[in-house]
T-cell receptor
Framework: DAKTTQPPSMDCAEGRAANLPCNHS???????VYWYRQIHSQGPQYIIH???NNETNEMASLIITEDRKSSTLILPHATLRDTAVYYC?????????????FGRGTQLTVWP | SQTIHQWPATLVQPVGSPLSLECTVE??????LYWYRQAAGRGLQLLFY??????ISSEVPQNLSASRPQDRQFILSSKKLLLSDSGFYLC????????????FGSGTQLSVL
């Protein structure tokens, strides 16, 4: 899997957009960008994934640069419950059989 | 809908004692199953994965073993626990067809004293 780089921590005011960056400069053509988050003492939760195009679901939006070397996860209106560690993972599901290799992630703190 | 169950939620065991953590998945067949561990202050590390009954692959050398006696049951074991086995253990699954992403259990916090 391609290595990803994320800032260790970020802050965001409640109600504002949280933009979490991820660098994956060595990503291969078959690797998708996945985002998971882990609230303290819970199991990780899947958020979103994408290959080339920008993606949006009920939780977040994923913006992938045209060269696919970086991406941004956007939480449009952050709430206190969005405080968690966010993991960006580059993964080729076909070759890894769904195995996930987590880095240190970004600790997002949403403050009132 | 599919659900994943993991127990116990918390476990305190003395060094040298055995371990058995169980994970079961409901509402699906032939899932891929995984055990992860998160040591204090560290990231999630994949320990084992299984693509079928009796098929176990280990990701890292360690004091633990895994077994899959039934299609939707995944067990993590140790004959003699070490202090370094302490951590937060998570079971996860995803469908073989790849149509949905990994879902995780609620985890077991293991303290070896």
């Amino acid at each position: 899997d391609a290595k990803t780089t994320q800032p260790p921590s970020m802050d965001c005011a409640e109600g504002r957009a949280a933009n979490l960056p991820c660098n994956h400069s060595t990503i291969s053509g078959n690797e998708y960008v996945y985002w998971y988050r882990q609230i303290h003492s819970q199991g990780p939760q899947y958020i979103i994934h994408g290959l080339k195009n920008n993606e949006t679901n009920e939780m977040a939006s994923l913006i992938i640069t045209e060269d696919r070397k970086s991406s941004t996860l956007i939480l449009p209106h952050a709430t206190l419950r969005d405080t968690a560690v966010y993991y960006c993972i580059a993964n080729d599901r076909g070759s890894t059989l769904g195995r996930l290799y987590f880095g240190r992630g970004t600790q997002l703190t949403v403050w009132p | 809908s599919q659900t994943i169950h993991q127990w116990p939620a918390t476990l305190v065991q003395p060094v040298g004692s055995p371990l058995s953590l169980e994970c079961t998945v409901e509402g699906t067949s032939n899932p891929n199953l995984y055990w992860y561990r998160q040591a204090a202050g560290r990231g999630l590390q994949l320990l084992f994965y299984s693509v079928g009954i009796g098929q176990i692959s280990s990701e890292v050398p360690q004091n633990l073993s895994a077994s899959r006696p039934q299609d939707r049951q995944f067990i993590l074991s140790s004959k003699k626990l070490l202090l370094s086995d302490s951590g937060f253990y998570l079971c996860a699954w995803n469908p073989r067809d790849g149509l949905t992403e990994s879902a995780f259990g609620s985890g077991t916090q293991l303290s070896v004293l």
